[in-house]
């Protein structure tokens, strides 16, 4: 989830800020408990999109009163409408993606190939969508972030999971797609209201199709699961406020390179919660993903770095 926090990397600071570190790092904290939530809930427990709808419209509800509260909402342009829709889309879709892989493979191993799509979506996105060219250091994290790929599934797991190493994936590349559209939408609306809208068309996405698959619904009750749902979307919700407050303190770099404390994480409660031990090769392949992903970051803070020097 630490892509979902790039969209406020334009918030940079001059300094490193103590209390910027420790918001994200309580955003990372709480983001890793997402994969345990969602083994709580469970695919089989609740519908998997009616679920998912309310939660989104569950976090659209609450931040419809700190909408109030900031007086924050402003009046959309028509030519955003399609690219906002887009990321409502994308962005339930990524949390239902990550939802069936964590409930069918080991946690951080949904993890690491989260980040590897989020990685390799990102890139390829960027060039078709803004012609962005690929750098050698991008070349290199790419190749960094396939060879992980190759070590967790080839080494790792059956061929009967891969159907969900590809949902793992599709929630990356939602993840990516949903952290660069911003770049096609005027640069006017706040970050609550984003964030809002977001959740709003994802809810009313997720059930549309829950319809559509005629899914049972059924009243929410105060069960385990439905509890748990709720406290989702309210962590959710909480995590896009520490991480809006870290950015505006942190270089965007910087503040992105704390929030890859996420995966130690969530690391560290599946093994409390589930016993789950990350086993060599998987230590291997992850790593690599991750060096993929650290590269280019500490490429662009170098470069920003001499910049502010000059």
């Known amino acids: 989830m630490e892509i979902l ?23 990372s904290f709480i983001y890793g ?19 998912s709808g309310l939660r989104a419209l569950f976090a659209a509800l609450l931040l419809s009163f700190l909408l109030l509260y900031m007086r924050a909402w402003k009046k959309i342009n028509k030519k955003d409408l399609g690219i906002i829709a887009l990321r409502g889309i994308c962005s339930v879709m990524s949390v239902i993606a990550f939802f069936v892989a964590v409930n069918y493979l080991p946690i951080n191993t949904a993890y690491f190939i989260l980040y590897a799509g989020a990685t390799l979506g990102g890139y390829s996105l960027g060039s078709i969508l803004f012609k962005e060219k690929l750098t050698l250091i991008k070349i290199i994290a790419l190749l960094f972030s396939l060879v992980g790929l190759y070590f967790i599934y080839l080494f790792s797991l059956d061929a009967t999971k891969a159907i969900y190493i590809g949902f793992a994936l599709i929630s990356g590349i939602a993840t990516a797609l949903w952290d660069i559209l911003p770049k096609k939408i005027s640069h006017t609306y706040s970050s609550v209201q984003l964030s809002f809208l977001d959740n709003i068309i994802g809810g009313v996405f997720a059930l549309l199709v829950s319809l559509l698959l005629r899914e049972q619904w059924t009243i929410p009750s105060l069960t385990t699961a439905w509890e748990l749902n709720a406290l989702f979307g309210s962590l959710f919700v909480a995590t896009g406020l520490l991480i809006i407050y870290g950015f505006r303190r942190l270089d965007a770099q910087i503040g992105s390179l704390v929030m890859l404390a996420e995966v130690l994480f969530a690391i560290l409660l599946a093994f409390i919660f589930y016993g789950e031990i990350i086993t060599p090769i998987i230590f291997v392949g992850g790593t690599l993903i991750l060096v993929g992903i650290i590269l280019p970051k500490i490429k662009e803070l170098s470069v920003n770095r001499l910049e502010k020097m000059n």
């Not at 926090?5 to 955003?27: F, R, V």
């Not at 408990?33 to 469970?42: M, Q, T």
């Open 33 to 51: 408990f997402f994969g345990i939530l969602s083994r709580g809930i469970g695919v089989n427990q609740l519908p998997l999109y009616y679920t």
């Open 5 to 27: 926090a790039i969209h406020y990397s334009h918030m940079n600071s001059k300094k490193i800020d103590i209390s910027g570190i420790i918001s994200l790092l309580c955003a």
